[in-house]
């Protein structure tokens, strides 16, 4: 299976991510991996990279909504949620499938959202000293810099962290947030093979705020992130564009 799946930069990118050294066990603050029931296919959610619109699109693969708290679609698929060790035991007969976005992009998807949405600062970052409602993205990025160690929630971890299970690289194929509509029809018939199937494309939660590149007002705001998530940019070789 592995052979059918894997994207052609796969090798590179774990040649990559085996120098930095970072095979640590992330604590998660939610599910990340899901198992469609009955059917061998895995979902690594990354956060803050399109993974809504994957779960809506494979929601009716689901045999009924009985834990959908009537507010995530994430909800819907928490009853089916594994572990990486489970992942990784699973890996030879499963098609483990996943999906990254830009790190520059997902920082300020992340602000937008958990920062600045609503009517407070979401409930994940209030047990980190530093973090406000509404704070300046600049003084965001300075106290992200600071806690980043201490911070274990998956909406701002590295993405990279989710893909590996001691040592070992787990999806065999990655959707990219930037090519989003081109690879899901990529996705939408590896899945088929599987049995399961998609219905048609429709981003959730897609902001309409600007272009991340104008929230980026000096050079040193710019370094920060390429320094707090110099692990994902480096493996998945994405730049500041």
């Known amino acids: 299976m592995c052979s059918l799946f894997e994207n052609i930069w796969i090798k590179r990118l774990c040649t990559n991510y085996l120098n930095l050294n970072i095979f640590e066990e992330i604590k998660l603050a939610q599910p990340v991996l899901f198992r469609i029931p009955n059917r061998k296919v895995i979902f ?11 779960l809506h699109a494979m929601a009716e693969n689901l045999p009924d909504d009985s834990g ?11 009853r089916y949620a594994i572990t990486r060790a489970d992942a990784f035991s699973l890996r030879k ?3 483990i499938f996943s ?5 520059w992009d997902r920082v300020v998807s992340h602000y937008a959202d958990k920062v600045c949405g609503g009517k407070n600062l979401h409930e994940r970052l209030k047990f980190v000293e530093g973090f406000y409602h509404k704070m300046p993205f600049d003084e965001y990025l300075a106290v992200l810099a600071l806690r980043f160690s201490e911070i274990k929630d998956v909406h701002v971890r590295q993405q990279a962290d989710n893909f590996f299970y001691r040592g070992a690289y787990l999806p ?11 690879d899901f029809l990529i996705l939408k018939k590896l899945l088929q093979a599987e049995g399961v199937t998609l219905s048609d494309l429709e981003q959730k939660n897609k902001s309409r705020r600007k272009p991340y590149l104008e929230m980026y007002k000096s050079k040193e705001h710019i370094q920060l992130v390429r320094k707090i998530y110099a692990k994902d940019i480096r493996f998945f070789g994405y730049g500041f564009k």
């Not at 956060?47 to 619109?53: D, F, H, Q, V, Y």
């Not at 999906?99 to 790190?103: E, M, S, T």
């Open 99 to 103: 999906l990254v976005r830009n790190p």
């Open 172 to 182: 065999h194929y990655v959707l990219r947030y930037e090519s989003f509509a081109k």
């Open 68 to 78: 959908y708290d009537g507010k995530t679609v994430q909800s819907k698929y928490r």
């Open 93 to 95: 007969d499963h098609l």
């Open 44 to 54: 690594i959610a990354t956060p803050k990279a399109g993974n809504s619109s994957i």
